[in-house]
């Protein structure tokens, strides 16, 4: 089990950016994947973005304007939003799992951050 801390979130302009952190502590946690995924009012949980080795993937809705990383030591995994729109607003969440997972799995995922508000203004 690993604990993970989001920051980052915050009120912006359509057009602006913002980038998130997710923090990660436990003893493994640099052998955990770990993926970005977003809840806006009244709407399911969806997938954003997911990082597996050197390849990154990205729902269709944020492909262009944000990029997944992970910092050499694994222990945070960033998220560079930008060209945000009033759509992305959301409850963003880091989620981890200690094997191989699918991001389109999301039940999979053993652990979840608290999420950060992201607020995109017209």
């Known amino acids: 089990q690993v604990q993970l801390v989001e920051s980052g979130g915050g009120l912006v302009q359509a057009g602006g950016s913002l980038r998130l952190s997710c923090a990660a502590s436990?003893?493994?946690?640099?052998?955990?994947?770990m993926d970005w995924f977003r809840q806006a009012p009244e709407k399911e949980r969806e997938f954003v973005a997911a990082i597996r080795w050197r390849s990154a993937y990205y729902a269709d809705s944020v492909k262009g304007r944000f990029t997944i990383s992970r910092d050499n030591a694994g222990n945070t995994i960033y998220l560079q939003m930008n060209s945000l729109k009033p759509e992305d607003t959301a409850v963003y969440y880091c989620?981890?799992?200690?094997?191989?997972?699918?991001?389109?799995?999301?039940?999979?995922?053993?652990?979840w951050g608290q999420g950060t508000q992201v607020t995109v203004s017209s």
């Open positions: 436990g003893r493994t946690v640099s052998s955990y994947l």
């Open positions: 989620a981890a799992s200690p094997g191989a997972i699918h991001y389109s799995n999301r039940g999979g995922y053993t652990d």
